[in-house]
């Protein structure tokens, strides 16, 4: 036992320290952005009185700009080798939405800033997500994304903590809560410019003469569009976290304790994913596959059923299990898959795809949820993720498995 716990330490402390910078980064831009989002939903339904539909609309919109954005941003690091300036560059865009967010008077306000932030989110995440592999040998990279994971989602806890403190400090003051954000948001952006070096082998797509033609994407061996078409299946079977928030709304929960929901289900979140990552680099990723799946449909299922804020936060715990046991696995099948020089461009695709299959999600929870009510959307979740979870359990690979 002992043998195994020094085998775990060592591991962990032998990730170079450019790992830990980049979620150092995350950590403090997640405080930022989760400190906003906790409150956002509940801001826009009843501070601006925008309906539930439109909230996924606008959630799923966000989101899927993000991932087509990834999609030239993941393309053109490849081509220029300069993964650290994008990323700078994406971070940066999303340093500077923050301000918007209490100074919005209208929903036009909110979705504008929604849009430039995850525009920002969408240049910065395939080429940082390359930077990983390309700073750590390849039999660590399920223990390096889970370690970038797991402090993104400290921060992600951090940020709705934060929330709940400063709600009661300001007297439930939205606003005025929403004002803190913009300070660890720069922060981030800091310890991105002064924290991270970029080692020369992240430059291996320079010789690329297109950095946007399709014939780089018909290079991706068959195996990456497997991973990519499970991701989409894994992402059609949940939606927004907004939807968590205004659940826990929805069952009398208090304006200034609703991003306790956040809170739960990062703590899960960041507990699980080093952990799970270090297991992705010890055994067949099958198996974790439908461990996830079977936690998201009993997440939605203990969701729809809940009648209290307790039984919420149960639902938000298994819901941050299925984060992560299945968000740095994704991650590192893909850098797994990809060729190297084609990298930033498989992380872009990858988050095309899983983008589009939020917007869905989210479009169609928002509407549920209008016309049938809360209990639906979350029905309908389980009911999706229960169709995926047979189908990657019914699949039998004759060669590699996945």
Known sequence: MRTGNGKSRNRFNA?????????????????SSELIHSL??????????????????????AEASAAITKVFSGTISDYLGKRKLLAVIGY?????????????????????????????????????????????????????????????????????????????????????????????????????????????????????RNPVSLNIARRLPARYWLIVLLGAVFTLARFSEAFLVLRAQSVGLALGYVPLMMVVMNVVYAASAYPAGILADRVNSRPLLILGLAVLVVAD????????PLVTFIGAALWGLHMG????????LV???????????????????????LLMASVIAGVLWSVWGASATFIAGAAFAAFALMGVTLYRRTSQPV
């Open 15 to 31: 990730l170079p320290p450019g790992i830990w910078a980049l979620g150092g980064v995350s950590l403090l831009m997640d405080i």
């Open 40 to 61: 956002l939903p509940v801001f826009m339904a009843t501070t601006l009185g925008v309906s539930m539909t439109a909230i996924g609309i606008i959630e799923g919109i």
């Open 92 to 208: 940066g865009l999303g340093a500077v939405t923050k301000p918007v967010f209490p100074l919005a008077a209208t929903i036009g306000w909110v979705f504008g800033a929604r849009f430039v932030d995850r525009i920002g989110k969408g240049i910065r995440g395939a080429p940082r997500d390359a930077l990983v592999a390309d700073i750590v040998p390849g039999d660590q990279r399920g223990a390096a994304y889970g370690l970038r994971q797991a402090l993104d989602s400290v921060g992600a806890f951090l940020g709705p903590l934060c929330a709940v403190a400063l709600m009661a400090w300001f007297a439930n003051n939205i606003r005025a809560v929403l004002w803190v954000a913009v300070i660890p948001a720069f922060m981030a952006v800091g310890l991105l410019v002064f924290g991270v070096r970029e080692p020369d082998k992240a430059k291996t797509g320079a010789g690329l």
């Open 301 to 308: 299922v203990v969701l729809a059923a809940a009648a209290s």
């Open 325 to 332: 046991l299945t968000q740095g696995l994704f991650a590192k």
């Open 335 to 357: 850098a797994d898959t990809a060729p190297s020089a084609l990298r930033g461009t498989a992380f872009g695709i990858f988050n095309l795809v899983t983008g589009i299959a």
